[in-house]
């Protein structure tokens, strides 16, 4: 953070910034995070982690074990019912907890090598829909990973910080004179790489002339098992799919190598990524079995097709944060539906009907909220207020398709005003300057998560000594 300018930047050059923050061994056995750990999954597939954040302070229950499953992820079950994840290179197994404190380590050591000394707090930012338990053990991963202090923000509410820090300086480059920033409804729409959660956001002043830009979250909801990782998934499906049916007879059992699959997943997210400006990429992968590799065209059209499942997985989290805030949409659910008869039917027919049915439901709860409304008489509460401006989160965010999505569904154009990447980690030093009592930047969060962790625990001595 920098309180002198009234502003946050984020530190560059740290090797957790990855695209698919990634923990692995190297040939050494040294835990790596980040692009370093990308660099060495070639040495050791099978014990490198990615997309834990979902997994944390959960426990194995039923659903949760069927969706490991469906992952092919190989795990065991602690007594006390938390998922294990075995890494071969450390002849040990890992929880999600020991593995984001990996990365929580790493992050802290970039922040001190940017600031020239050690932090001494820390604000962790956590999806809206973290409950005690998952909050719970994000605190034991920052404890393990050495934090002397550290308070908990919800990412909607980072977001909303940096674009109401945002606005404000653009009203003051604006004429002299110039209102306080009015009240605005935020839709913000988080698609981060293995989660998605979307929130009803106020912002504004709390009637002391502005002074005080007041943030809340009135109302959330998300999936913890869909994030832009699955689009990466998605794609990796349909490239083997291509790649098996030209040279699926020269592959034992039709199945590629776990290195093949994670070159198929970085083809992915790099054909994703380019995807997001251009209409077509060539997807080349050489060597991917033995001397065979694969060389295909896949257009942005083709792509949406595809993952045009997970994109209609968005709708009920929508409906239902609309419909708890009592916010109005404008959308168009028929186009949405159409889905891709050529891809998958059964999938596509029964997220129509799903769709159909979130719909109509909240449209009878808007139907009655506006029919109690209407019998309190002058005075009473509207039934629904409109959303003033989306904000978007998440690099995931940036692909075409999302934005045409959100369009269809609010009625509003979306006009990206932050860089989706780094909106909550701002968030998250602009909460931490105001923690700190740096700068009067005249911004306050209503009800965050503010904990700070007990002193060391048992726990955090066993494993330092191991």
């Avoid at 997001?276 to 060539?282: H, K, N, R």
């Avoid at 700070?452 to 330092?464: E, F, I, N």
């Amino acid at each position: 953070r920098s309180s002198r300018a009234s502003a946050a930047s984020a530190a560059s050059g740290s090797s957790a910034a990855a695209r698919r923050p990634v923990v692995a061994p190297d040939a050494s056995v040294r835990v790596l995070v980040g692009e370093a750990a990308r660099r060495a999954v070639t040495h050791n597939t099978a014990s490198s982690f990615a997309s834990t954040k979902r997994l944390i302070g959960r426990t194995a229950s039923a659903e949760e074990l069927r969706a490991l499953a469906a992952l092919e992820v190989p795990y065991r079950r602690a007594g006390s019912g938390e998922i294990l994840l075995p890494c071969p290179a450390l002849r040990r197994a890992l929880s999600p907890v020991d593995i984001s404190a990996e990365l929580v380590r790493e992050m802290a050591a970039a922040a001190e090598r940017y600031l020239g000394r050690p932090p001494s707090h820390a604000v962790v930012t956590v999806p809206a829909y973290f409950g005690a338990a998952e909050r719970a053990a994000t605190l034991t991963a920052c404890q393990l990973a050495g934090l002397p202090e550290v308070s908990l923000l919800r990412e909607p509410e980072a977001a909303a910080l940096t674009y109401a820090l945002d606005a404000r300086s653009s009203q003051r480059r604006g004429p002299s004179g110039a209102s306080a920033p009015p009240r605005e409804r935020l839709m913000v729409f988080d698609l981060g790489g293995g989660t998605f959660d979307v929130s009803i956001v106020d912002i504004g002043g709390d009637g002391g002339g502005g002074i005080v830009d007041l943030v809340r979250v009135v109302a959330t909801a998300g999936d913890p098992r869909l994030g832009g990782n699955d689009w990466d998934e998605a794609v990796a499906d349909w490239l083997a799919a291509q790649f098996l049916a030209e040279h699926g007879g020269a592959v034992r059992r039709g199945r590629l190598s776990g290195f093949a699959r994670r070159r198929l997943l970085d083809a992915a997210e790099e054909a994703k990524v380019a995807l997001s400006a251009a209409t077509s990429v060539e997807v080349c992968v050489p060597r991917l079995h033995g001397p065979l590799g694969l060389n295909v065209t896949l257009s942005r059209r083709k792509f949406e097709a595809i993952c045009r499942p997970l994109l209609l997985r968005l709708v009920p989290a929508i409906l239902d944060v609309a419909s708890t805030a009592g916010v109005t949409l404008s959308t168009d659910l028929g186009t949405l539906a159409k889905g891709d008869p050529s891809l998958a039917p059964q999938r596509t027919r029964r997220w129509q009907r799903l769709v159909s049915w979130r719909w109509q439901r909240a449209g009878r709860r808007d139907e009655e909220g506006a029919e109690a409304g209407a019998g309190a008489g002058a005075g009473a509460a509207p039934a629904s207020a409109p959303i003033d401006r989306i904000v978007l989160v998440g690099g995931a965010t940036r692909m075409p398709c999302i934005g045409r999505f959100l369009r269809r569904m609010t009625g509003l154009k979306v006009k990206p005003s932050l860089q989706p990447e780094e909106a909550v980690a701002l968030g998250a030093a602009i909460q931490s300057d105001i923690l700190a009592g740096g700068s009067d930047l005249g911004l306050r969060v209503i009800n965050p998560f503010f904990q700070v962790p007990p002193p060391a625990t048992g726990r955090k001595k066993a494993a330092a000594k191991s």
